[in-house]
């Protein structure tokens, strides 16, 4: 496993609110790379890039076929590609959607645990549908953690009850804990006891 | 690769175990397709493919990749179902509008100079995006002048493609997406409707020349004026990447137009500096040098 450790992030209705609050209290110095998932139009406005760089102080982009995952880096799947992860980079597929999605969550975690085992971090957020539940169990399944946002604090509550219902021991968490675990993340003693 | 041996109650447990057995059980079955058919998938990108082969499993109702690889290694016609599940492509008609209509605005003008076009479609899947261009060209007025090569890897794909037969039900779909990428017509002027399918008019066709082509192992046919080969590469590695970049590369006359798809570039592969970009977004090139 040659890339930093990964956190993977899915979202869809209610997401661009939850994710507002997160990337707040992402720190600068984060030891691993982002990867999120937002169900959304096919059609990219161009508006959103630029919207989610004014709120996280790491860098934010779409990334590219067979790019190298740097550490610090936010990493959003484009519109109407499936994003995968391989050995230390990504990869992407127009295969048919999954869950009625593409960008698929499931495809993006089952992809991610496959590739870097117990160094990914799965993270579900407030959506509709259950998309992100099966990868969840994948994360969890290859030795990595699962955190989901707690239902009651969900906007949309359905995509974090299929993964409380899909992934026994998932650490529910509200949006306040997890930008507490990302802070912790940085300091060097902590990466086990987050497990 | 070999791992280092260790002692067999250090490895994994069981579930995690799982993941790697498959990962192991793909290496071999790609070992022996390749030995007993030919055909080689050992530089495909392995986490699509992964999806790929654990779609075939739910097919065919096998349980496992060994019990699947047992299988093929004696079953033609499996193999045959095999590749056309393996190496089928989604796609539709203009996908992303904003590329065709960048498309139009950036590249029309340049191929306009040339007396003659001619236009490879290499990876054409189920034949969306040919009839989509074919229209383009047609409106551009430049259809008449163009011959068109039409290719994939995949025979069943290449028939739906050619039959040019698609859902209804897509079609309104496929108008949103038509008026986008700056279509000058009314989009049902290109089909005819019927129950619960559409037939794209024959004339979109009559320039259009179909073939199996295997961008792996098959070798360039021709110069080409302009060459579309859009979200085919990110389904290999990036070393079977650079062979089908060189054989890009050697298929298009200088001053050619190149089309990649959204996420795929020119960056890092041998031939980047002899490429120009036109829209570095949309990915739309120009062979320079």
């Known amino acids: 496993m040659t890339h930093p450790r990964l956190i993977v992030i899915g979202t869809s209705l209610g997401g661009m609110d939850a994710l507002r609050v997160l990337f707040g209290m992402l720190p600068a110095n984060l030891p691993a790379a982002l990867a999120i998932v937002i169900h959304r139009n096919k059609v990219e406005t161009g508006h959103l890039l630029p919207m989610l760089n004014r709120l996280c102080k790491l860098p934010v982009t779409f990334p590219s076929d067979k790019e190298i995952i740097k550490q610090g880096c936010v990493y959003i799947a484009p519109p109407d590609y499936h994003l995968l992860i391989e050995d230390g980079h990504f990869a992407f597929s127009v295969d048919e959607q999954v869950n009625n999605a593409r960008p698929s969550i499931d495809v993006l975690f089952e992809s991610a645990a496959d590739a870097g085992g117990a160094d990914v971090t799965g993270i579900v957020l407030t959506g509709m549908g259950h998309d992100g539940a099966r990868g969840l169990a994948a994360i969890k399944r290859c030795g990595g953690s699962a955190l989901v946002q707690s239902p009651g604090e969900a906007a949309a509550s359905s995509m974090p009850l299929a993964v409380l219902a899909a992934v026994p021991g998932v650490r529910v968490c509200t949006l306040e804990e997890m930008g507490a675990w990302f802070s912790r993340m940085t300091s060097p003693v902590a990466i086990k006891d987050l497990q | ?289």
């Open chain 2, 1 to 289: 690769m070999m791992r280092n041996q260790r002692p067999l109650t250090q490895h994994p447990a069981a579930p995690f175990a799982e993941t790697e057995i498959e990962n192991i059980e793909i290496l071999l079955l790609l070992q022996a397709i390749y030995k007993r058919w030919g055909y080689d998938f050992r530089d495909y990108a392995p986490a699509s493919f992964k999806r790929r082969i654990q779609r075939i499993l739910g097919i065919e109702k096998v349980a496992t990749v060994s019990a699947l690889q047992e299988r093929l290694l004696r079953d033609v016609s499996l193999m045959q179902r095999f590749i056309n599940q393996v190496t089928v492509s989604v796609t539709s008609m203009y996908r992303d509008p904003t590329f065709y209509k960048a498309f139009r605005n950036i590249a029309i003008p340049l191929l306009k100079l040339r007396p003659a076009l001619r236009i490879w479609i290499a990876g054409c899947a189920s034949g969306e995006e040919v009839y989509s261009l074919a229209i383009l060209l047609r409106e551009e007025g430049l259809f008449d002048r163009a011959s068109i090569y039409v290719t994939d890897i995949n025979q069943a794909a290449l028939d739906t493609a050619r039959n040019g037969i698609y859902p209804l039900e897509k079609m309104q779909e496929y108008t949103g997406n038509y008026q986008a990428a700056g279509g000058k017509a009314e989009f049902s002027e290109y089909y005819q409707a019927g129950h619960g399918s559409v037939v794209m008019r024959a004339d979109l066709s009559k320039n259009i020349i179909w073939a199996q082509h295997n961008l792996v192992i098959d070798a360039s046919f021709n110069e080409f004026d302009l060459l579309l080969c859009r979200n085919v590469l990110i389904y290999f590695n990036t070393r079977l990447q650079a062979r089908v970049h060189h054989l890009i590369y050697d298929s298009l006359v200088n001053d050619g137009v190149l089309v990649l798809g959204r996420n795929e570039s020119l960056q890092l592969t041998p031939h980047e500096s002899c490429f120009q970009a036109l829209d570095s977004y949309e990915k739309i090139y120009r062979r320079v040098r």
